[in-house]
C-alpha cells in the first residue's frame, strides 16, 4: 500500500477502506444518508445532522493547485491533521465506535499520533480526538 502524500489521498485511501466505512457514522441529508467522513478546509463544516462516528481529514495549502511559495520550495513530509468525533448513535442499540475507528485507523497510517481533546460541557459530539500523521517519504511540490 503507498502512503498518501496529499490530504486527497489520505481522503481517498479512508474513503475506500470498507472496514473503516463499517465503523462510521452518517450524515443525514434530505436526500438520504451518507458516510460521515468529509475533506475540508477548516473553515469548512458539514451542514447536516451526524450520527455515531465522524471522520474530517483536514485539507493543508498545499492541497490548493493556487498556492505559491517563493522559489519553488516544496513541503517536506507534511502533517496532516484529521478530528475524529464520537456522536449519538442513531438508535440506543448502535454501537459506540470511535476506539474502533482510531485503532483502524491507526492500522492504515503507521505512527498515528493521537490527543483526545473532548472538553467539559462540549457542544461539539460526546468524545473528540485530534489525529497527527506525516508520511516521511511525502515531499510536495508547489
Known sequence: MTL?????ELYDLLAADATLADLLGFYAFPDGPIPAL????KNETV???????????????????DATLDHGVAL?????????VQWQPAAP???YNLEAAIRRLQQLLPRLRV??????DLTV????MTLSWSNPAAVVSL
Open 4 to 8: 498518501p502524500a496529499t490530504s486527497l
Open 76 to 84: 517536506i513530509n507534511p502533517t496532516f491533521t484529521l478530528s475524529a
Open 93 to 95: 442499540t448502535d454501537p
Open 38 to 41: 468529509a475533506h475540508l478546509w
Open 115 to 120: 490527543s483526545d481533546t473532548t472538553v467539559p
Open 125 to 128: 459530539g460526546l468524545q473528540q
Open 47 to 65: 451542514r447536516a445532522d451526524v450520527a455515531g462516528v465522524e471522520i474530517v481529514v483536514w485539507r493543508l495549502s498545499a492541497d490548493n493547485p
